[in-house]
């Protein structure tokens, strides 16, 4: 397996312009976990599903951002429109059956302009 | 969002000192990990705790989680070059309500040849 792949590694996007950040999981894991880091909050949790399924979306900074799992290969993070303070690095956390297998993606660093 | 108080915020040593940094929440916790982040990289697992009072070593590394599941501590010894990053704990109610992880705030480890 290929471990965690996230997608794009680096965005740089002008204010008001939609991003879509991706994640592909490792596969048989039923965990998926969305963080965002920046220098100021540290890692924030913001989504998580478990078998597709949103279970906690208390972390998500407001309606702007929306995420989704259409199937257990694949997530999206949307950010519709986009603001400069959403400037950070954005992480996919995949998990199976243990803590012992969960695995960071390498994040994508979104820019805002 | 949740966090963790992870102290120190920084340290700088010289190689071959010891390190000792921990981490103490409000809530208590069934796990503790530890992780560890290379600058462009997603944290890797170091150390997954499951029961107050554990003592586990990988390495030269020594984690424990504490006697009241609200704390834990990461132990580094005859540090090296490569230590250098930043370092995170996590901890998380496994098998509860949430599965959800709350990250430390991270402490950044320079280390000085």
């Known amino acids: 397996d290929a471990g965690v792949i996230q997608s794009p590694r680096h965005e740089v996007t002008e204010m008001g312009q939609e991003v879509t950040l991706r994640c592909k999981p490792i596969?048989?894991?039923?965990?998926l976990f969305w963080y965002r880091q920046t220098m100021m909050r540290g890692l924030e949790l913001l989504i998580y599903?478990?078998?597709?399924?949103?279970?906690?979306d208390s972390g998500m900074p407001e309606d702007r951002f929306s995420a989704k799992m259409p199937n257990a290969s694949f997530s999206t993070l949307k950010i519709q429109p986009s603001e400069p303070r959403d400037s950070a690095v954005y992480f996919c956390?995949?998990?199976?059956?243990?803590?012992?297998?969960?695995?960071f993606g390498q994040g994508t660093r979104l820019t805002v302009v | 969002g949740q966090q963790l108080n992870q102290s120190p915020q920084s340290m700088f040593i010289q190689e071959g000192e010891d390190v000792s940094m921990n981490c103490t929440s409000s809530s208590i916790f069934n796990t503790w990990l530890w992780y560890k982040q290379d600058p462009g990289e997603g944290p890797v697992l170091l150390i997954a705790?499951?029961?107050?009072?554990e003592l586990t070593s990988n390495g030269r590394l020594t984690a424990q989680f504490g006697i009241t599941r609200k704390d834990s501590f990461l132990n580094i010894s005859a540090s090296i070059p490569s230590d250098v990053g930043i370092y995170f704990c996590a901890g998380q109610n496994y098998g509860g309500a949430t599965n959800k992880l709350i990250f430390g705030t991270g402490t950044l480890l320079a280390v000085q040849p």
């Open positions: 956390l995949s998990r199976g059956a243990s803590n012992t297998e969960a695995f």
């Open positions: 599903f478990n078998n597709n399924v949103p279970i906690d």
């Open positions: 705790l499951y029961k107050a009072g």
């Open positions: 596969s048989g894991h039923d965990y």
